[in-house]
C-alpha cells in the first residue's frame, strides 16, 4: 500500500482552486487499490476549512494546526516534514504557487528527498516514477526520475489536470502543530492597483500596439477597442516615444516586464527581441500580423494573419 | 562639450573608403563588424571576413536567426555545407529572394516549401511554381495569406482547389475584381462580406448586395463608398448598431441623419459621430454634454471643433478628454498653458509634445517632475538648445531617448549622448544622420556589439554611396 | 557588512535547435548564453542598499556557479557596481541541479557571512525557482520567495518586505535577517553599466574558488547529488501558434471568443 500526500493550498479563508487539480494528479500514481491520498491542510484554522476539501479520491484529510492564520513557509515547511515522517508518502504534491516557492525546496534539501518542481505530467515507467517538466524556457519537455529516492516532493503545475468534480467524505484527522516557530512574520494583505496610472506588471489582459499603428489618433482608436473588452492598451517603444502612451505602459527591454499578465494580444507585433523580452512569457498570446512567418508567432498559441486595423473594425462591429 | 574637444580623443580619423573600411574591421577582429561591412568588400577581403564570421558552428548558427543579419551574410551562410541552416535562413526576414531561389533549388527538406510560401521576399515565379505544383494544403493556405503573393498566384489557387482557400484569397489585397466575382458567386456569406469589403469590388456585386437582408453583408456594404441615397437613409434605421456606427463614418452622409445619429442610443454610433468633420455647431455643443467619455474625446480631437466647445471640453472630469483636448491640432495657446498646469500629468505630457507651443511653455514644463511631460519637452523641437542640453544628463533613460529623437536637436546637444549607458541609444546615434562620422567613430570599440553593428553598418552604407562625408573633407583639410 | 546576490547565466534557445545524440540535453551549439533576467533586479536592489548607506559600508558580492563563460555574467555584474565577482566551479559539479547549486552556494554564504543573499525567484531557462531557497535550506536560515518590495536598513535584525502574490495581491511580511530572499522582476528599475563601469569591471578581478574553498567534496556536487535525473528531453510538437483561419468576420469572432473564454475562466 502506497501513501501519496497533497497540500492544500489556501488564503484568506478560501481553499485555492488548484488544490484540486492536484487531487486528480494524485488519482494518476495511484497503482494498487489500497493505495491512499491523503490530503493535509496547514495553518490555524485548518480545521474548519477542512470543510472545503470533501471531495472524492482523498482517504483522509489531516489538519496540521500551527499558530499562523495565513501561509508563511517555515510553518508549512516544517509541518509538512513531520507529516512525510510520520506518513511516509512515496510521492508528495505541492501546487507550484507563490506560497511553495517559498517552502518546497526546504521540504526536499533537509529531507533529502527526491524533486522536481512546475511538473506538467506524472505517470511511471516500468515502476519508476517520471515526472515531465518544462526546459529551457519551455522549448523542451524534460522527463526526470527519482532513482534511490523512498519519497519525492514535486509542485505541480496549475491548470495540467483537470480539478476533480465529485464530492466524497473523506475521514479528518487533526495534527496539532501549534508548538512550531519559525522567523518570519505574515501581516496583512495588499491589493494592488487602484489610484494613480495602471501598474502594467500587475494587470492580466493586456492588448498591444506597435510602430504599424501608424498615428495618434489609430492609438485611440486602439485604446477604446481595449477599454470595450476591459483589457489594458499597452505598446512597443516607437508609440510611447512618440508620446502617444504613457512611457508606464511601455512593454519590453526598455519598458516593463507584464509579469502577471494571463493573456496578451499582439496587434501588428512583429516581434523584435526589445518587445519580446517583456511579454514572451505570457501563456496565451494571440498575435495578429500581416506577415504570415512574423517571429511573433513563433511564441504566440494563437495567430490571425491579417491587417490590424481591418481586425479592428470588424472587433468594433461585433462588439458594438 | 564642443565637437572640436570631443574629437581630440579619437585617435584615429574615420577610414575614408569601403576598402580601408574592411581593412579596419578585418585588423580588429570584430565579429559584428565583419557582419556589418560584408556588403562593401571585395572579393578578397570578403574570403577573409567570412573566414572570422563562420569560424565555428556556434557562430554560425547564431547568425543564421540573429534579427539584424544581413541579407548578403545570409546568402553566403545558405551556401556553407553540413550545416542545419536553411530554415533558419529561409525564416529569415532579411534573406533575399535569389537566396531564397538557391535554397528552393538545393534542399531537399520538404518543409521548405512551406517556409518559402510565406516569406515576403520570395519571387514571383517560385511563389506560382508553389501553387502550380504543390498539394500541401497547408502550404498553400499560407501561400493565399502571403502579401507577396501576386494576383496569378491567386487566380491560379482559385482554379485549382474551388472554394477551398476562397475565404483566404477574399481577403488578399491583391486579388483582381474579376476572381472576387467569382469568389462572390460561389461563396458563403463570410466570403461575400469580405469580397464586398474589398477595395477592388465590382460595382454591380454593389448593387446584388443592397438587396440582400443579412447583417454581415450590410456591415460590408455601409462601408462602400458609393451607395444609393436611398439606402443610406434605410441602413440609418437599421437596428445593427455596427451598421449605423459605419453610417456615421461616411462623408456623404446628409445632415438630418447625422443629427438623428448624434442622438443614437448606442455609445459607438455617437463616438463615430463626434469625429465628423461636417458637424454643425449645435451638434458640437450636444455631444460635448454626452455623458459617454469616448464621445467627448473624440470630440475633443477633432479639428473643426470651436474654440468655446474645446474649453468645456478642458474642464471636463475625465482625464482623457482634457487629454483630447490638449492634443487637438487646433488648440489654442492659451488653452495649452491651462492644461499645461493640469493635475494629471499625462495631459500635461499632451501639451509637452504638442507641436504648436511656444519655448516659453517648454521652458516651465521643464521644471516638471513626471517622466513623460519631460520626455515630451526633450523631444519637441521648440525647447531651447540650452535646455536640451540639461536634459542630456537627465537620470531617466526614456527622457535621453527623448532628447535623441528631437528633430532640432543638433551634433552639439547629441555628441555626450555617444556615452550614455543605454546601449540603444548609443545605437540609434550610430545610426543618426546628424553627427559626423567622425564623431561616431569613437564608438568602434563599443563594449555593446549592437552598437559596433549599428556604426559599421552606417558606415558601409556610407561607403555604398556617392558623395563622402562633407564633414570628412572639411577634417581632412 | 556584506550582500551576497546568487546570479545565473542562463542558455537561450532559437527555433529549430537539435537534441544531443544521448537524448539528455540540447546540442551546446545552439545555447546562446546570457545573464539571468531576474539576477539584473537582485543585483539592483542589493545596489541600492549600498548606495543609500555610508561610502564602503556595504559590499556587494555576486556569486555564480559554472565553467570559464560565466565570467563574462559576472563581469557585467561587475560593471554595474557590485564590489567583488566570485565564480565557483570544479568539473565534479557538471550536472548538478539547482539544489547542489544552492549547496554549493551555500558554501561561499558561510564563508562570507553576509548579512543578505539575494537570488532571482527563479532562472529563464530552467525554470526551477528553487536554488535560492536551497541556499537558504542549507544554511537553515530565514527566506522568502517572490519579494516584490524590500524595506532594509543594513544590519538591521529585521525587515519588511511585500510578497507578491497570484492576481495582483501582496502580502506583507516581517523577516528575521540574516535571511535569504528571492526577488521578483520589477522590484525596481534595473540600471545599465556606464561605459566608464565596463572599462573599470575589464581590470577588476574574478574570484575563482574551488570545491575545497567551499569544504565539500565531489559527492556533494554534480549529477550524482541532484535530487532527479534527467531521463530524456525532447521537443514538444506543437512549436507555432494555432492559425485562425477564416475571413476577417470569422477571426474577429473567434478572438472575441477566446477573450469570453478567458474572462470566464478568471471569473
Redo the contacts between chains.
Keep these: 500500500m502506497n501513501t501519496i500526500l497533497v497540500v492544500a493550498e489556501h488564503r484568506r479563508g478560501e481553499v485555492r482552486p488548484v488544490t484540486l487539480e492536484l487531487i486528480s494528479a494524485a488519482q494518476q500514481l495511484k497503482t494498487a487499490a489500497d493505495d491512499r491520498v491523503l490530503l493535509a491542510i496547514v495553518g490555524q484554522e485548518a480545521e474548519s476549512l477542512a470543510s472545503q476539501l470533501q471531495w472524492a479520491g482523498v482517504d483522509e484529510i489531516i489538519a496540521c494546526k500551527t499558530g499562523s492564520a495565513e501561509f508563511e513557509p517555515e510553518l508549512a515547511e516544517q509541518a509538512v516534514s513531520a507529516l512525510i515522517v510520520s506518513r511516509k508518502p512515496i510521492a508528495v504534491l505541492l501546487p507550484h504557487s507563490v506560497d511553495t516557492l517559498g517552502y518546497a525546496t526546504a521540504v526536499a534539501v533537509k529531507g533529502g528527498y527526491g524533486y522536481a518542481t512546475d511538473v506538467f505530467k506524472l505517470g511511471y515507467d516500468t515502476g519508476a516514477l517520471v515526472a515531465t517538466r518544462g526546459g529551457y524556457n519551455q522549448k523542451v519537455n524534460v522527463e526526470v526520475d527519482f532513482p534511490g529516492f523512498a519519497c519525492v516532493v514535486m509542485t505541480v503545475r496549475g491548470g495540467a489536470f483537470k480539478p476533480v468534480e465529485t464530492a466524497g467524505a473523506p475521514m479528518l484527522t487533526v495534527d496539532d502543530r501549534s508548538e512550531l516557530t519559525a522567523r518570519s512574520r505574515p501581516l496583512e494583505f495588499i491589493e494592488q492597483g487602484g489610484g494613480g496610472d495602471i501598474d502594467i506588471t500587475t494587470v492580466e489582459f493586456i492588448m498591444s500596439i506597435g510602430r504599424g499603428i501608424g498615428e495618434e489618433a489609430n492609438v485611440e482608436d486602439f485604446r477604446e477597442l481595449a477599454d470595450n473588452i476591459d483589457a489594458t492598451l499597452c505598446c512597443s517603444r516607437p508609440i510611447a516615444d512618440a508620446g502617444w502612451l504613457p512611457k508606464s505602459r511601455q512593454v519590453g527591454q526598455s519598458g516593463k516586464v507584464v509579469s502577471a499578465c494571463k493573456l496578451y494580444v499582439a496587434m501588428g507585433i512583429s516581434g523584435s527581441i526589445q518587445h519580446m523580452a517583456g511579454m514572451k512569457h505570457v501563456n496565451t498570446i494571440i498575435a495578429v500580423n500581416t506577415d504570415p512567418g512574423a517571429s511573433i508567432f513563433t511564441i504566440a498559441k494563437y495567430g490571425i494573419v491579417a491587417d490590424i486595423f481591418e481586425i479592428h473594425e470588424e472587433l468594433q462591429a461585433q462588439l458594438a | 562639450m564642443s565637437p572640436q574637444r570631443f574629437l581630440s580623443k579619437s585617435e584615429s580619423l574615420v577610414p575614408m573608403t569601403a576598402q580601408a573600411l574592411v581593412a579596419h574591421v578585418l585588423e580588429s577582429g570584430d565579429f559584428y563588424a565583419a557582419a556589418a561591412v560584408h556588403a562593401i568588400a571585395d572579393a578578397k577581403q570578403r574570403q577573409r571576413l567570412e573566414e572570422r564570421l563562420f569560424s565555428?558552428?556556434?557562430d554560425v548558427?547564431?547568425l543564421a536567426?540573429w534579427?539584424h543579419t544581413p541579407a548578403n551574410v545570409l546568402d553566403a551562410l545558405a551556401r556553407l555545407e553540413h550545416m542545419?541552416l536553411a530554415?533558419?535562413v529561409v525564416?529569415h526576414?532579411n534573406t533575399g529572394g535569389s537566396t531564397l531561389k538557391h535554397q528552393f533549388s538545393q534542399s531537399e527538406d520538404p518543409a521548405l516549401t512551406g517556409?518559402l510560401a510565406?516569406?515576403?521576399n520570395t519571387p514571383a515565379p517560385l511563389l506560382l511554381q508553389i501553387a502550380m505544383g504543390d498539394h500541401d494544403q497547408v502550404v498553400l493556405?499560407?501561400l493565399a495569406?502571403?502579401?507577396s503573393a501576386q494576383p496569378e498566384v491567386l487566380r491560379l489557387l482559385a482554379q485549382r482547389f474551388p472554394k477551398r482557400f476562397d475565404?483566404?484569397i477574399?481577403?488578399h489585397t491583391a486579388v483582381p475584381a474579376d476572381l472576387l466575382g467569382t469568389l462572390y458567386h460561389r461563396g458563403d456569406k463570410?466570403?461575400r462580406?469580405?469580397v464586398l469589403?474589398h477595395k477592388h469590388v465590382p460595382e454591380v456585386l454593389v448593387q446584388q448586395a443592397a438587396k440582400s437582408s443579412e447583417t454581415?453583408i450590410l456591415?460590408a456594404l455601409v462601408k462602400h463608398p458609393q451607395l444609393p441615397a436611398a439606402l443610406v437613409e434605410t441602413l440609418s434605421q437599421h437596428k445593427?448598431?455596427?451598421i449605423r456606427?459605419?453610417l456615421a463614418t461616411r462623408a456623404d452622409l446628409p445632415l438630418t441623419l447625422t443629427a438623428r445619429l448624434a442622438l443614437d442610443e448606442?455609445d459607438?454610433?455617437r463616438?463615430a459621430v463626434a469625429c465628423r468633420t461636417d458637424l454643425p455647431p449645435a451638434l458640437m455643443q450636444l455631444l460635448a454634454e454626452d455623458h459617454d467619455p469616448?464621445v467627448r474625446?473624440?470630440l475633443g480631437?477633432n479639428p473643426m471643433v470651436g474654440k468655446q466647445v474645446l474649453q468645456k471640453l478642458a474642464l471636463d472630469i475625465h482625464e482623457d478628454v482634457r487629454r483630447?483636448v490638449a492634443?487637438n491640432p487646433n488648440c489654442p495657446i492659451t488653452l495649452l498653458e491651462k492644461l499645461a498646469s493640469d493635475h494629471r500629468s499625462?495631459v500635461r505630457?499632451?501639451v509637452?509634445?504638442q507641436p504648436n507651443v511656444t519655448s516659453c511653455l517648454m521652458a516651465s514644463l521643464a521644471r516638471d517632475s513626471a517622466?513623460?511631460v519631460l520626455?515630451?519637452v526633450a523631444?519637441n523641437p521648440h525647447t531651447a538648445p540650452a535646455l536640451l542640453k540639461r536634459l542630456v544628463f537627465s537620470e531617466e533613460?526614456?527622457v535621453r531617448?527623448?532628447v535623441i529623437?528631437n528633430p532640432a536637436a543638433g551634433p552639439e546637444v547629441l555628441l555626450p549622448l555617444l556615452?550614455d549607458?543605454?546601449?540603444?541609444h548609443r545605437v540609434l546615434l550610430a545610426s543618426s544622420p546628424k553627427l559626423s562620422d567622425q564623431d561616431k567613430w569613437q564608438l568602434r570599440d563599443?563594449?555593446d556589439a549592437r552598437v559596433r553593428f549599428a556604426l559599421f553598418q552606417w558606415l558601409a552604407g556610407r561607403a555604398l554611396r556617392p558623395v563622402a562625408d562633407r564633414y570628412f573633407y572639411r577634417r581632412k583639410a | 557588512m556584506k550582500i551576497v546576490v546568487a546570479v545565473k547565466q542562463v542558455a537561450a534557445l532559437d527555433e529549430d535547435f537539435e537534441i544531443r545524440a544521448d537524448g539528455l540535453d540540447v546540442e551546446e551549439d545552439f545555447l546562446m548564453y546570457d545573464l539571468n533576467e531576474w539576477d539584473d533586479y537582485s543585483l539592483e536592489e542589493a545596489m541600492k542598499i549600498k548606495e543609500a548607506a555610508a561610502e564602503g559600508a556595504v559590499e556587494v558580492i555576486a556569486v555564480s556557479v559554472g565553467p570559464e563563460r560565466v565570467d563574462e555574467s559576472l563581469r557585467k555584474c561587475l560593471a554595474k557596481g557590485a564590489d567583488r565577482a566570485i565564480r565557483v566551479w570544479d568539473d565534479a559539479m557538471e550536472g548538478s541541479d539547482a539544489v547542489t547549486i544552492g549547496r554549493i552556494l551555500a558554501g561561499v554564504v558561510k564563508k562570507e557571512a553576509p548579512a543578505m543573499v539575494f537570488a532571482g525567484v527563479q532562472s529563464s531557462d530552467q525554470a526551477n525557482a528553487a536554488t535560492g531557497m536551497a541556499i537558504a535550506a542549507t544554511l537553515d536560515w530565514p527566506h522568502a520567495a517572490v519579494v516584490a518590495e524590500l524595506d532594509y536598513q543594513p544590519g538591521a535584525n529585521s525587515a519588511r518586505i511585500k510578497r507578491e502574490l497570484e492576481g495582483g495581491l501582496l502580502q506583507a511580511v516581517e523577516i528575521d535577517c540574516p535571511a535569504v530572499l528571492t526577488l521578483q522582476l520589477g522590484i525596481n528599475k534595473p540600471r545599465y553599466a556606464s561605459l566608464r563601469g565596463i572599462k573599470q569591471a575589464a581590470a577588476k578581478p574574478i574570484e575563482h574558488w574551488a570545491l575545497a574553498d567551499i569544504g565539500l567534496d565531489a559527492a556533494q556536487v554534480g549529477a550524482t547529488a541532484a535530487l532527479s535525473r534527467v531521463r530524456r528531453m525532447e521537443i514538444p510538437v506543437k512549436g507555432r501558434a494555432q492559425m485562425i483561419e477564416g475571413t476577417i468576420a470569422e477571426q474577429a469572432a473567434r478572438l472575441i471568443e477566446i477573450i469570453k473564454e478567458y474572462k470566464g475562466e478568471t471569473a
Design positions: 565555428s558552428r556556434r548558427l547564431m536567426r534579427e542545419p530554415r533558419r525564416k526576414r517556409l510565406l516569406h515576403p493556405k499560407g495569406r502571403n502579401p475565404k483566404e477574399a481577403s463570410f466570403v462580406a469580405a469589403a454581415l456591415r445593427d448598431n455596427a456606427s459605419a448606442c459607438s454610433v463616438r469616448w474625446q473624440w480631437r483630447a492634443r499625462w505630457a499632451a509637452a509634445y517622466v513623460d520626455s515630451g523631444a533613460l526614456d531617448r527623448g529623437m556615452q549607458p543605454y546601449y540603444l563599443d563594449p
